[in-house]
């Protein structure tokens, strides 16, 4: 296959997507995805700068027992809106907002979505949620947790109006970019695509669509009727008015728990390319790790009672929950296999994308083998409600999504922005990140172990070191992350002008687009004749200094 680089010319500059149009008004009503994308990602640094703050505030009133810097209401306060930003406007629409709507069209060969217009609409759509999450700040006292839990939440005054009303426009969001996802993988992938062709992030992000078009409106149905029941006083949830709260939990946990893997299939899809691409060679399994992300978005809707263990539900319902929860290990046990068989049969080179997805593995290998203790029925009553469940959500949650949308943005930083960033900086952040991590999460496993209850503002002082040791493991994970933030600004300022292909890659973003891409994508249609980690017929780098540094492809 040959090489068709987007190479339109101005005089003396190329013309690329970011520079075609300077005005504010062609950034702000752009029908680009790149654009919609980088738009995605500057908000959504904001929301993870906003939250992550409000997360070392509660590592720091923890770092002792009772008060440090706050009374308990307004720790209360923080932990519920680190959880609601986090969750709902940070890592769900994080890796489909951004580097789906940047990276996945041009994987497909398509000059943009299906929709560009709704794309527009999606992201707007979202700024509307978000703002009134600030409203709902600014108003009074959110203290609810991120689960909103009833009767609690429908006894709240005006914030939690704004605040369920938020989530309930922020999943609009969500829906219409699953359709248009859809829609684009389905219709516009370009000649010689075939299903068995697409790269395995676009996998990925299929079948996190299907889990957003299928999930999300459950989650709009409860908040409305939330909503209606603040409101009007109709009983639905709060017993004193005749509700069900135990009803709220199955309608919360339906959603959430496929939400789980709207958030962490993407990373897989991220993971599975850098595999591929760090690794030299053929994604191993490949159809075997491409249908396992459609199996876990299948059996993500049958398993969510097993939040429930301890809500009363019959013991039979406990059993099947428990029972579907160890099957759902399976898919994702595949795509682990196969991801170290894949480096295996390669020749793997460490670069920082590389480090990325060598710390998930670690990371979310924890995560996933924890879930599978907390299924256990006699394991889960005893830890529930304790720091175990912690720190299990954050090994999948930030250890997992976060650490892949992270790496995944070193990797496609050169194709986005067209500058390279400082490769020692790269490392050392990601060093402080997986050290800082560790530090934090896994003493919580331990206080979780000892009994140490989730969300309480004071505890005994037994628990006193390991509670320090977790704060400064934060300071050590917040300082790897704010150099990343420094990397990545130092490079748009000093960065080395990019390559087309500084790593070899072998998918259409790599192959057949300058970095950064032309405001069409590509010059002509692509024709594919090759898989997207066939690295014997694609051509490799766009120079000696690129290559030089890349290992030679796997023979196996």
Avoid at 68 to 77: E, F, G, L, R
Avoid at 389 to 412: D, E, N, P
Wanted: proline share 5%; net charge neutral; hydrophobic share 50%.
């Amino acid at each position: 296959m040959s090489v068709a680089t987007a190479t339109t010319e101005i005089p003396g500059k190329q013309v690329t997507y970011l520079n075609h149009e300077k005005s504010i008004k062609s950034w702000l009503l752009t029908l680009d995805h790149k654009r919609i994308g980088l738009l995605y990602m500057s908000t959504i640094v904001v929301v993870f700068l906003a939250a992550g703050i409000l997360a070392l505030l509660v590592r720091i009133e923890l770092m002792s027992p009772g008060r440090t810097i706050v009374d308990a209401q307004t720790y209360n306060q923080f932990f519920s809106l680190h959880g609601i930003l986090m969750v709902f406007l940070f890592i769900v629409p994080s890796v489909p907002a951004i580097l789906g709507n940047f990276i996945m069209p041009i994987q497909l060969g398509a000059i943009d979505v299906a929709f560009p217009r709704l794309n527009l609409a999606s992201y707007y759509i979202y700024m509307v949620g978000g703002v009134l999450v600030v409203a709902a700040m600014l108003l009074g006292q959110i203290d609810t947790g991120w689960t909103f839990y009833t009767p609690y939440s429908s006894r709240l005054g005006a914030p939690i109006i704004f605040m369920t009303l938020a989530i309930f426009i922020a999943g609009f969001s969500s829906i219409l970019t699953g359709i248009n996802f859809i829609v684009t993988i389905h219709k516009m992938r370009a000649p010689g695509l075939t299903w068995n062709r697409l790269p395995l992030f676009v996998w990925s992000i299929y079948a996190t669509s299907i889990v957003q078009v299928l999930a999300t409106p459950v989650i709009g149905i409860t908040m409305l009727l939330l909503l209606l029941e603040k409101t009007l006083g109709i009983g639905i949830f709060d017993p004193a008015l005749g509700g069900d709260p135990i009803l709220f939990q199955h309608f919360f946990w339906f959603y959430s728990h496929p939400a789980v893997y709207i958030m962490i299939l993407p990373a897989f899809g991220i993971i599975s390319d850098l595999m591929g691409t760090f690794s030299r060679h053929e994604v191993m399994g490949y159809k075997f790790v491409a249908l396992s992300s459609v199996a876990i978005a299948f059996l993500g809707f049958l398993v969510w009672g097993h939040h429930m263990f301890v809500s009363g539900q019959s013991a039979v319902s406990s059993i099947v929950f428990s029972l579907i929860t160890y099957l759902i290990g399976i898919p994702t046990g595949v795509k682990v296999i196969n991801w170290v068989g894949t480096m295996y049969k390669g020749s793997v080179s460490l670069k920082t994308p590389m480090l990325y997805a060598l710390s998930f593995l670690f990371l979310f290998s924890i995560g996933g083998f924890t879930g599978v203790m907390l299924g256990v029925l006699g394991v889960d009553i005893h830890l529930h409600d304790t720091y175990f469940v912690v720190a299990h959500f954050h090994y999948v949650m930030m250890g997992g999504t976060v650490v892949a949308l992270i790496g995944g943005l070193h990797y496609w930083w050169p194709k986005i922005t067209g500058k390279m960033y400082n490769e020692t900086a790269g490392r050392i952040a990601c060093a402080l990140i997986f050290i800082g991590f560790n530090v934090t999460f896994f003493t919580q496993f331990v206080l979780g172990t000892k009994g140490m209850p989730r969300r309480y503002y004071d505890y005994q002082p037994q628990y006193a070191d390991l509670h320090a040791l977790s704060t400064y493991g934060s300071w050590i994970l917040a300082a790897g992350l704010f150099l990343v933030l420094f990397t990545f600004i130092h490079s748009l300022m000093r960065g080395a002008a990019a390559p087309s292909n500084p790593w070899g890659g072998a998918s259409l973003e790599w192959t057949h687009t300058s970095s950064p891409p032309s405001p069409h994508n590509f010059d002509e249609q692509p024709i594919v004749t090759h898989g997207p980690y066939d690295y014997h017929h694609y051509y490799h780098g766009d120079g000696q200094s690129a290559e030089a540094e890349l290992a030679p492809p796997s023979k196996a």
